[in-house]
């Protein structure tokens, strides 16, 4: 494989990755505060506990992607620089509200709940905005004069495709969350937040399903050449509906395991992941070889090569020293049974 | 106010805004390593309880520490996308590395407040120092981006092309070592004097002799006594600094001291400010011969002045004030540290006069001030260049108009993360007293870690 793809590669794995702990992690932050005032399903404390310690690391991921657009495609980082200044700023000053106030939240307990309000709405419209990065990618809303790319807001606030992605966006947070929250429940043997969150669920499914189709039609219209792309790869966005069908099973059905319960949130975690996956591998194909349509392709924003082989080494490196804390971490806050179900 | 300085302003308020909870961020790690290892050495609770009472301001500081230097790290894309652009062929290693070193510290941070009563207690230490290694290396990491800035090597520049890239040769430029331990020892002179301001406060709020009382009294002298020493090391460091402007950036160091005529037996100038006109330091305090021996080690040494070279590549020349800012405070906490230990330890005596504890409580915010006037030296004193006579601040700022809104959106939102932080920290202290956690860990600390209240 030539380099600049495997630079896209480990790219595209980076957003993935970010994309499903940035799911859970916004999301988790949403409904902690929707069910703040219903202490008896315990469904908030579930939420708290899933993200206390867990929202720095999503945040490390944040700033591990932008890294690896400037080291990687570094031409692509200047124009991305440019146009994104507006968008990019208003989630920065998003996120620094909501991270803060989500750590107060936990500290000064009297203003527990103004103080999960601000985090929990402002978290929930960063991933609107986040996901904004790729219609712009997409060229239509970007005007060029004198060489220099300049991002048309209006443009790109009035269209239908910028609005799918969005809905998508926020949908799919709110469904892959209530899953994972649903399994984490279920875990911690809470089993009045695990039916707030299954029910949850069950209806946010075809929700986001259907924003997904919304997509597709609106990247017709308007993306044709994206559209085209990824048409070109049909079976394997059936095979990926399949997944959600899968998911559907874990989430309507009784489940095989145990008797007496409804669903299988687990099963619906895995399938609702390989879908995604199986999806943006379909989209992150159609939409090479543009980083930024038509002007930066990958080959074109490239780093130089003896850049490249040392980040890829400290890559290696990196991901060697770091796995055992993460499996550490891994140990001790998702399958360590009294952390799971500890009282208070 | 035009772009290019409004883009200025705003990063550098950005930074200024970081920079407090990052250098505490650095410090105060190595305070609670330093308290646990005392406690396992003593077994004297109160060093448990302090490790935990600063875990918890650790914990609240990190909540806008982390924005704020996510704000700094996608800032630098969003306004100087001509110099992420370089930094992206050149130099990416730092921020690479540094992902880790976040990592680290962000997993072992949950894991030593979060998981610490299921930890076995080497756990719970092996955690601290993971977290203080990872707020370290992010910190000397980030300085090395810095110190490439003043230094930059590891490529051959040629018609606006950077040919024969060499990213390892540019990590280690010849300013990184010198920077970055500059850097990390000034954190923790910082780590050490916030908390004794703290401590230094609570003793004059409490009963002479009282169990509170002493408890803060320990506390002020582990970070007097840690304070004074990395206050030493980094002046000594600090010194070195200065030569490695005399070799490398001869014009930041002669504004520093507002030298104008390239001379041998130079004067050291402390204090006054610089007059463009007269071309001297008006107001300040001359050192015959200091400046050529502090450049150079010997009298003889010729310091280059601004005069040889062109106006329009002078630094700012008030960067004279800042530099002084900084000695004059870095020289200030050695004393205090010095009188602090001598009156306790030689003289035994067990009593601060009043206004030396005043002192104390104010050599806190003075280390702070510190770290301020030394980056906005470093990075003013700079100007007009983003890398050394490679590429200028001007070429690599964003052709975006109109940033004078964000600039106020993103100081609106500094000031309400800066009052909320102060005020949860007061808050959490107050509802969860001294004693409160005294009697939780004399009960075997029964949940001293995650207690909230
Ligand atoms: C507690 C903070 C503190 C203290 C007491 C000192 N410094 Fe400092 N100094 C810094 C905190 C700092 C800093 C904020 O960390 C800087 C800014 C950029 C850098 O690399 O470190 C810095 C930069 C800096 C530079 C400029 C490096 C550059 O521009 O590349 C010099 C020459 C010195 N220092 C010299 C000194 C001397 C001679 C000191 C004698 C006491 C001293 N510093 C005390
Ligand atoms: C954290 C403490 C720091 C503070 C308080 C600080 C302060 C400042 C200030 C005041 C400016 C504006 C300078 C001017 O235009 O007059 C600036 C610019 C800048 N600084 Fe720093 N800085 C800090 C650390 C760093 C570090 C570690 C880096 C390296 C990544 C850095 C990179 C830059 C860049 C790229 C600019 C913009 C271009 C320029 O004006 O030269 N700064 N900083
Ligand atoms: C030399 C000055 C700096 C020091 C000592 C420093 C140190 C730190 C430390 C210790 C943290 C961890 C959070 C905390 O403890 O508060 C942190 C966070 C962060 N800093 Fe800075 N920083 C500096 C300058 C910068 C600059 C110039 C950037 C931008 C490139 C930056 C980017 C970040 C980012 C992105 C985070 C968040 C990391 C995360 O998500 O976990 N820092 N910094």
């Given at each position: ?327 550490y ?16 | ?32 390593l330093?308290?646990e290892l005392?406690y396992q050495k ?6 448990v309880?302090?490790a ?56 072992f941070?949950?894991i030593y407040?979060?998981a610490a009563e299921r930890i076995a207690p080497w756990m719970r230490i092996t955690s601290l120092i993971l977290v ?322």
């Open positions: 494989m030539a380099d600049a793809l495997i630079a896209i590669t480990v790219l595209w794995g980076f957003v993935f990755i970010y994309a499903v702990m940035a799911t859970m992690d916004f999301g988790a932050g949403f409904w902690s505060m929707i069910y703040f005032n219903r202490e008896k399903t315990r469904a908030t404390n579930i939420a708290n506990r899933y993200l206390s310690p867990t929202w720095e690391v999503t945040n490390t991921f944040i700033v591990a992607l932008v890294v690896a657009v400037y080291s990687l495609f570094p031409t692509a980082a200047y124009t991305f620089g440019t146009i994104l200044l507006i968008p990019g700023s208003i989630i920065l000053l998003l996120l620094a509200l909501r991270s803060a106030f989500l750590v107060f939240s936990n500290i000064a307990i009297e203003y527990k709940k103004p103080l999960t309000y601000i985090s929990g709405i402002a978290g929930i419209l960063i991933p609107g905005l986040l996901i904004s990065v790729l219609p712009i990618t997409h060229g239509a809303y970007i005007d060029y004069t004198n060489g220099t790319a300049n991002l048309n807001l209006q443009k790109l606030f009035t269209s239908p495709n910028e609005y799918a992605f969005i809905g998508f966006a926020i949908t799919s947070t709110l469904f892959l969350s209530s899953l994972l929250l649903a399994d984490y429940s279920k875990a911690s043997h809470e089993m009045e937040a695990y039916n707030v969150y299954m029910r949850d669920g069950r209806i946010l499914g075809p929700i986001s399903l259907v924003m997904a189709f919304l997509i597709m039609f609106t990247l017709k219209k308007e993306v044709p050449w994206i559209y085209d792309n990824m048409m070109d790869d049909l079976p394997l966005l059936l095979f990926s509906i399949t997944f959600f069908f899968i998911a559907g099973i874990g989430l309507y059905f009784p489940s095989f395991f145990q008797k007496g319960v409804s669903g299988m949130p687990r099963l619906s975690v895995i399938a609702v992941t390989i879908q995604y996956l199986i999806a943006s591998y379909v989209y992150g194909k159609a939409h090479l070889p543009y980083i930024i349509y038509p002007n930066i392709t990958i080959e074109s924003a490239f780093t130089d090569p003896n850049s490249f082989r040392a980040v890829f080494i400290t890559y290696i490196i990196g991901f060697a020293i770091l796995f055992p804390g993460f499996f971490f891994w140990r001790l806050f998702m399958n360590d049974k009294k952390y799971l179900r500890q009282k208070s | 106010m035009d772009d290019l300085l409004i883009a200025r302003s705003l990063f550098g308020t950005t930074m200024a805004f970081h920079i407090i909870f990052a250098t505490i961020g650095v410090g105060l790690p190595m305070m609670i330093a308290a005392l003593t077994k004297d609770v109160d060093y309880v302090m935990k009472r600063w875990t918890k301001t650790f914990a609240v500081l990190l909540g806008v520490g982390i924005p704020t230097g996510t704000i700094a790290g996608v800032q630098l894309s969003l306004l100087w996308p001509g110099f992420m652009e370089v930094i992206g062929r050149v130099m990416p290693l730092p921020f690479q590395i540094e992902i880790y070193a976040f990592f680290i510290e962000a997993l941070m949950s407040v979060y203080a290694l990872g707020a370290l290396g992010s910190a000397v990491l980030i300085t090395n981006v810095h110190a490439f800035q003043g230094t930059p090597t590891g490529f051959r520049y040629e018609n606006g092309q950077f040919l024969d890239i060499d990213p390892w040769a540019a990590f280690f430029n010849p300013s990184f070592f010198v920077t970055a331990i500059h850097v990390a020892l000034s954190a923790y002179v910082v780590g050490a004097f916030v908390v004794g301001s703290v401590a230094a406060f609570k003793m004059m709020r409490n009963e002479y002799g009282s169990r509170i009382y002493k408890f803060h009294q320990k506390a002020l002298m582990i970070s007097l006594v840690l304070g004074g020493i990395f206050a030493f090391l980094t002046a000594i460091n600090g010194h070195e600094s200065a030569q490695y402007l005399h070799e490398y950036q001869p014009e930041k160091l002669a504004a520093a001291e507002g030298l104008f005529e390239t001379q041998s037996h130079a004067p050291l100038a402390i204090g006054g400010f610089t007059d463009r006109e007269t071309e001297s330091v008006k107001w300040g305090i001359e050192v015959p011969w200091a400046l050529s021996f502090l450049a150079g080690n010997s009298f003889d040494t010729v310091v280059v002045g601004l005069n040889d070279f062109p106006e329009e590549l002078w630094p700012p020349l008030f960067i004279h004030t800042l530099f002084n800012v900084m000695v004059g405070i870095g020289s200030l906490l050695i004393l205090i540290s010095i009188a602090g230990i001598i009156w306790r330890k030689l003289l035994k005596k067990d009593r601060f006069p009043k206004f030396f504890l005043w002192i104390l409580v104010l050599a806190g915010p003075m280390a702070v001030a510190a770290i301020e006037a030394g980056w906005i030296f470093a990075c003013t004193g700079r100007q007009p260049w983003v890398i050394y006579r490679i590429l200028s601040t001007a070429e690599s700022a964003t052709t975006a108009t109109n940033l004078g809104i964000l600039f106020i959106l993103f100081i609106a939102v500094y000031v309400i993360l800066g009052i909320a932080v102060v005020f949860v920290l007061l808050y959490f202290f107050r509802k969860n007293k001294e004693m409160d956690d005294i009697k939780r860990a004399e009960e075997k600390y029964v949940r001293l870690f995650s207690s909230n209240s």
